[in-house]
């Protein structure tokens, strides 16, 4: 690993193990499942198990929906890290595009399963990008990409990481405000 990785890894490791994965601890499923608002995006169980509501529309709402903590995890592990592995450390294809939906990992019906999962992947995740020195990240991603085939990977390295730092923090948010709802405030009722 280069030294450029080391500092790209070594900014979401340190994220992840000082600051998301203890705002974890605890996790229930009704707080996973917890809509703060009317209108949420949650996750929801479909013929061929859990699914993302709302995932990815074109155009975005505006503005956009609230999303549930599930939903915000399932986001983190299951897509943003979850398929990003998949489709770079892991394909069989590698000319197939990373927002090919068959690298999207599936989609936890439980919080305990959701933090199973992003240990998972952040694992894997961290070892491929591990194993790549300064000079591949800063190459394009090629076909991978798909429209970003362009871009370099170490450009992707640090969305992966913005994304995650983004809707962890927000998932922090929300589990103060589910630890302080009442029945009298919108979102309060348990």
């Known amino acids: 690993m280069g030294v450029w990785g080391a500092l790209l890894l070594d ?6 193990n000082a600051h998301l994965f203890p705002r ?13 608002v009317p209108d949420c ?17 074109e155009p975005e ?8 903590i599930g939903w915000r995890l399932a986001h983190i592990g299951a897509a943003n890290i979850g398929a990003r592995t998949n489709a770079l450390f ?3 294809e590698p000319d197939r595009p990373m927002y090919d939906p068959r690298f999207v990992s599936p989609i936890p ?30 190459a394009p991603l090629g076909p991978a990409g798909g429209p970003y085939a362009d871009d370099p990977l170490a450009g ?12 962890g923090g927000e998932i922090g948010v929300l589990r103060d405000l589910y630890a302080r709802r009442t029945p009298d405030r919108p979102g309060g009722s348990t």
């Open 11 to 16: 900014q979401l490791d340190f994220y992840l």
């Open 24 to 36: 974890l601890e605890g996790l229930t499923d009704e707080e996973y499942f917890w809509e703060p």
């Open 41 to 57: 995006w949650s996750l929801v169980e479909g013929p061929d198990g859990w699914e993302m509501q709302g995932s990815w529309p």
């Open 61 to 68: 709402p505006d503005p956009p929906p609230v999303t549930t």
């Open 90 to 92: 892991g394909a069989s």
């Open 109 to 138: 019906g439980s919080a305990r399963d959701a933090i199973a999962l992003l240990h998972e992947v952040w694992g894997r995740w961290r070892d491929g990008v591990a194993g790549i020195d300064d000079l591949h990240l800063l």
């Open 156 to 167: 992707l390295v640090l969305h992966v990481s913005r994304e995650t730092m983004h809707h």
